[in-house]
């Protein structure tokens, strides 16, 4: 068996090392309800991980809205989830999370966040964990979101380090691709329906030991 060098992390932020998740669906939720839209919190599973106009166009349904309205209601989404994140502290942070970022900044490995959120700096930013990053890809950085690579590929420039190289850590379907898409090791947090073409599937990171995931992903690469 090969043995495949890992020198970063890049973190997915959203259901990754925060439970924004809900506040997302709430938002979205809130939104349908003004439009008489039916969504559910399975309907929710579809948007995780895309980018907001991705996510409306999936709420919407076939619903035909003009740019303006789809414009209107994607501000009003955000206006709702932003009213929500002013709540937003470092309570909000997963279990083991910073406790993982911190376990791997300490044997060297690299730490980024990648994220197609445009409120990706707001959130780090309330959570408390901007000193704990080397680097952060947020929306603005690339055109292309999640299943593109660009967001991951991104990131590896931004800590200086070859994809090849790279682990990253998502919970959704779309970043799953995309990582994969970029030629980086994936560990999937959550279901298997969802994260099942991960390299590694775990629940969470609550458990998650960073020699253990070293160990079981050097074996896995492709040769640089
Ligand atoms: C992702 C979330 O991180 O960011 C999605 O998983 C969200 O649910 C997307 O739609 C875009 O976020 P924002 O904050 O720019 O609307
Ligand atoms: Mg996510």
């Not at 780090?124 to 680097?135: K, S």
Request: include cysteine.
């Amino acid at each position: 068996m090969g043995s495949y060098r890992i020198s970063a992390f890049i973190f997915d932020l959203d259901g990754v090392l925060t439970d924004t998740s809900e506040l997302h669906f709430l938002a979205w939720k809130r939104l349908a309800d003004e439009e008489g839209i039916p969504f559910t919190r399975q309907d929710n599973e579809a948007l995780r991980g895309v980018s907001r106009r991705e996510s409306l166009r999936r709420l919407l349904k076939g619903r035909s809205v003009t740019e303006e309205q789809a414009l209107e209601m994607m501000e009003r989404k955000n206006r709702y989830y932003r009213r929500m994140l002013s709540e937003l502290s470092p309570a909000n942070l997963l279990p083991g999370a910073v406790k993982f970022v911190e376990n791997a900044r300490n044997r060297g490995i690299k730490v980024a966040v990648a994220s197609v959120s445009k409120n990706t700096r707001v959130v780090i930013e309330r959570l408390g964990i901007g000193g704990l990053l080397d680097a952060v890809a947020d929306g603005y950085c690339v055109v292309n979101y999640k299943p593109s690579p660009d967001i991951f590929i991104f990131a590896a420039g931004a800590v200086g380090t070859p994809v090849s190289e790279c682990v990253v850590f998502e919970d959704a379907e779309a970043g799953v691709e995309a990582a994969l898409r970029a030629g980086m090791r994936v560990v999937g947090l959550g279901p298997t329906e969802r994260v099942g073409k991960a390299n590694l599937v775990l629940p969470d990171l609550s458990r998650a030991r960073v020699d253990e995931i070293i160990s079981i992903l050097s074996g896995t690469g492709i040769p640089a």
